[in-house]
Structure formats: C-alpha cells, structure tokens
Nanobody, 121 residues
Framework: HVQLVESGGGSVQVGGSLRLSCEAS?????AGWFRQAPGKEREVIAT???????SHADSVKGRFTISRDHAKNTLYLQMNSLKPEDTAQYYC???????????????????WGQGTQVTVS
C-alpha cells in the first residue's frame, strides 16, 4: 500500500507560521507542494528534485521553504509570514522509490496526499 499522509494544516493569523508535513510509505524521489483555492486553478508552490534542488513560486519565495528528510521518508513545507492569499487546500505529491520504479525525466507526481486546509485571517 502506497500512501502520502499530510499534517500540519490549520487556521492562523496574518503573519503567522505553519509547518506542513507529508510522510510517505517509501523513499521520496522527487516531490512538490501544490495548493488550490476555491474558484482558482491548482498551482505549484514548491518542488524538490531527486538531487535536493528546490524551486519556489514567486508568490511564496522568501516565505515558504520546501525540504525533505530521507531517513523519515518525509517532505516538509515551512510557511512563514502567512498572508490571507495563502488560504487554500494544500497538497503534497511525489514519485516514490519502490519495486519497479523507473525514474522519469521529470517528476510524474504519481502519488498525492489527501490535502490539508490552511486558512489565514
């Protein structure tokens, strides 16, 4: 059974901080964080490739940081200086290393978490 389990969402005040966690059942290859607000398209927040190279969307750069802990098969998103426009459902997604895995040129995001709500007001 392959699974991603998210935690850490909640309601915070403007300027506050949250750390989202995403624990996987297998070792992470590449991964990313996404979010979607009502009536809006899903957007990429941050990504991390198999070598640990990260990328962050302009809207969150300098405030959010994606990271991973290979020993724990866990992905993190540290969110600081939160703004009302950060309010959304947040999702983690990843390609996981398990039997039969063949690394693709780009992250396929074959596995997704259930989502966790972040509300900033």
């Amino acid at each position: 059974h392959v699974q991603l389990v998210e935690s850490g969402g909640g309601s915070v005040q403007v300027g506050g901080s949250l750390r989202l966690s995403c624990e996987a059942s297998y070792r992470l290859h590449c991964a990313g964080w996404f979010r979607q607000a009502p009536g809006k398209e899903r957007e990429v927040i941050a990504t991390i490739d198999s070598d640990g190279v990260t990328s962050h969307a302009d809207s969150v750069k300098g405030r959010f940081t994606i990271s991973r802990d290979h020993a724990k098969n866990t992905l993190y998103l540290q969110m600081n200086s939160l703004k009302p426009e950060d309010t959304a459902q947040y999702y983690c997604a990843a390609d996981l290393i398990w039997d039969g895995f063949i690394p693709p040129p780009n992250c396929s995001y074959n596995y997704w978490g259930q989502g966790t709500q972040v509300t900033v007001s």
